[in-house]
């Protein structure tokens, strides 16, 4: 029960799986959830034999389904026993950019991940930081601080970072933090071709574990990473 605990949404590959490694290594004990029970499977099982058995418990869960998402969380819990933190991770993009040839559809697919699924997480999450003073830490974006346009992706990182912001005054009330990262581009699967002279997950990981480990006394309330070039 010593070793803290953080819950990783969107953790089967980028830099929600960068994280976990990081996190195991700084010491955490990590719940990874996501859709791909394959690559949860590995991912655990990798960072299971790098850290020691029950360091990572894989979750295949859909977090834009708000009953599969909060049995998730329950089984985190009966698992280690308590939440220090939650890294609200899990987003997609979209195939059609621009709002006058956007695709309403797959709005409503991001939305529901990017916006309603992040909301569902801090909601049903909260109670269980609120026992440890625990930390909420948000994927947002640097699309969620500069104006593109047309963009509806970037305007659900907006929703993301101005959340962030209120939850991170709400969570102050009772001594609980909340860090805002927004990534420029990473090379990631989030792009069909890869971007290898842009960040690296580990780069956004680095940043996680910088704002995990910062003494109690510090809030790091927002990170931006940008690629150098
Ligand atoms: N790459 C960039 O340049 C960049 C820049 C700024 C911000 N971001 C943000 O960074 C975050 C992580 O993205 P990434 O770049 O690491 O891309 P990624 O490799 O595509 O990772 C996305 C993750 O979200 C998970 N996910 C998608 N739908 C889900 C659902 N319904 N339920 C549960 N998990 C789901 C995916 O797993 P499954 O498919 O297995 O469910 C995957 O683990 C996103 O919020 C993204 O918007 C990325």
Known sequence: MNDKVLLITGASSGIGESSAFAAAKAGYKVALLA???????????????????????????????????????????????????????????????????????????????????????????????????????????????IYLPGSVYGASKWFASGFGHNLAREMKEWGGRCTIICPGMVDTPFFDEPKPDKLKPSDIADALVFALTAPARSTVREIEVMPTN
């Open 35 to 145: 859709r791909s029970e394959d690559k949860l499977n590995k991912i655990a099982n990798a960072i299971n034999s790098e850290f020691g058995n029950d360091t990572a418990l894989a979750i295949k869960t859909d977090v834009t389904q708000l009953e599969e998402l909060g049995k998730a969380i329950h089984t985190t819990i009966e698992k280690f026993g308590k939440l220090d933190a939650v890294f609200a991770n899990a987003g997609k993009g979209l195939n059609k950019a621009g709002t006058e040839n956007g695709d309403p559809r797959e709005w409503d697919e991001m939305i529901d991940l990017n916006v309603k699924s992040l909301l569902w997480t801090a909601k049903m999450t909260l109670p269980h930081l609120r026992e440890t003073l625990g930390h909420f830490i948000i994927t947002s974006s640097v699309a969620g601080k």
